[in-house]
């Protein structure tokens, strides 16, 4: 006999699925209308910068200090509003979430949104290096929150709408919607569940529809379409595995070095240390204004046209640096566009060196694709998500003839970034985390 009471897992489930699709649907929108605005709002403020700076060169001699104090002005008001208001929103604000989503921890979700989207408009529009992804995914994360407290949700799905926060922001501030959801699955949780997937799957394709209705149908990077590479060059997708795994250790380990290092300037009254970060970029905007800021122009650059390897060489170490004491500052910004900006600058690095012994037709097309390959293997290496980094690099550029070699490098920077007993960059941060807040 056919079980047809109101308690039959059958209709216990279409009832689930009934309640994240109410919930699910308005999330994705309004993670997509925030990432939008996030975005529209850091290139105003990025261009406010570089104009300030074009500004200050008709100043005459003392024009330089105008633009290093609107630069401190600006990253020094970003840290002191997160410093004060909601620490939560530090960083990229991915640790936070995962925080909640598996050790109970609660998030102040309207604080945490509202500074985490001035404060990273105010910090990497002064020129921090940082990225507004990881920021995006925490006001996703926070949405979710929100609506779960206002809509009374059921406790068993509270942590399913949050995650299908996280991942509509991330899909929204990429245009991937399909690494939207793989992340949450790879990263945050790390199982798939049917009620998971289904709301992160609503929310993720929502946030993308937003977003391509407003900016179009266009990857985030606009790049010609690399060729598919014959087998016989996989070897060199091999040897950017290990260089990306070698580079992600590296990566992980000056960065939670640095944030240590910072510790204390993070507790300087009124926000102190982040001016003194700010003035730092500042000085290096003054001189290099394509250096500084959140990197998405310069990853343009990188996969556009064929720089040198001394040039990228140049950015990369220059951009390593100052990512390093920008996130030590304590300002509201993540890693995501800086660590596949440096994957594709290693990546051209890679191939240029190379050259000699690469065939010399189609030399553009071959750094094209070796800076693709990089980000993806680079993403593996540091966040250790492979899934998430290969098919986010993917939808970024439309370079799914890249897939073989994609894979080939990530496992390999995986099985180095492992083999060398490194920690995932948002793990490490997270026990850190835990252990200072005991």
Request: contains cysteine; neutral net charge.
């Amino acid at each position: 006999m056919v079980e047809t009471s109101s308690n039959s897992p059958a209709i216990r489930r279409e009832g689930r699925r009934r309640r994240l699709l109410v919930r699910a649907v308005p999330l994705g929108l309004l993670a997509g209308l925030v990432a939008v605005a996030f975005e529209l709002m850091l290139v105003a403020a990025e261009r406010a910068r570089r104009l300030g700076f074009i500004y200050a060169e008709d100043l005459g001699q003392w024009g330089w200090l105008v633009a290093i104090g609107g630069c401190a002005l600006s990253v020094g008001i970003g840290v002191w509003l997160v410093q004060a208001l909601a620490p939560d929103a530090a960083g990229s604000g991915i640790p936070q979430i995962k925080a909640v989503l598996h050790h109970n921890r609660t998030m102040r979700a309207l604080r945490v949104l509202t500074v985490k989207f001035l404060g990273g408009v105010l910090a990497i529009g002064g020129g921090l290096t940082l990225g507004r992804e990881g920021p995006t995914v925490q006001m996703g994360a926070a949405l979710g929150q929100y609506l779960s407290d206002v809509t009374d949700t059921h406790a068993e799905d509270r942590r399913i709408i949050t995650s299908a926060g996280a991942g509509a922001g991330l899909a929204a501030a990429f245009n991937a919607p399909l690494a939207g959801m793989l992340f949450v699955i790879e990263e945050l949780h790390g199982f798939i569940s049917p009620p998971l997937l289904f709301a992160v799957f609503i929310a993720a394709v929502a946030a993308d529809v937003v977003t391509r209705t407003i900016f179009g149908q266009v990857s985030a990077f606009h790049v010609p379409m690399p060729v598919i590479p014959p087998l016989y060059e996989l070897p060199w997708a091999a040897l950017l595995g290990i260089l990306a795994g070698l580079s992600g250790v590296l990566f992980n380990r000056a960065l939670l070095y640095t944030h240590q290092l910072m510790a204390s300037m993070r507790r300087w009254p009124f926000g102190a240390g982040g001016f003194l970060v700010g003035a730092l970029v500042g000085v290096v905007g003054w001189f290099l204004p394509d250096v500084v800021g959140s990197g998405a122009a310069l990853i343009e650059q990188v996969l556009g046209t064929d720089m040198g390897w001394r040039t990228a060489l140049l950015f990369f170490g220059l951009r390593f640096a100052l990512t390093m004491i920008s996130y030590g500052s304590g300002a509201a910004g993540g890693i995501f566009a800086p660590l596949l900006l440096f994957g594709a600058l290693m990546g051209t690095i890679t191939a240029d060196l190379l050259q000699p012994w690469l065939p010399s037709d189609g030399f553009g097309q071959q750094q094209l694709a070796a800076a693709i390959v990089g980000m993806g293997a680079c993403f593996t290496a540091i966040v250790r998500a492979p899934l998430t980094g290969i098919v986010i690099v993917l939808e970024m550029t439309d370079g799914f003839h890249l897939l073989l070699p994609l894979m080939v490098a990530s496992l390999i920077a995986y099985g180095v970034a492992n083999g060398l007993n490194d920690t995932p960059i948002y793990e490490a941060l997270l026990k850190r985390q835990l252990a200072s807040s005991k």
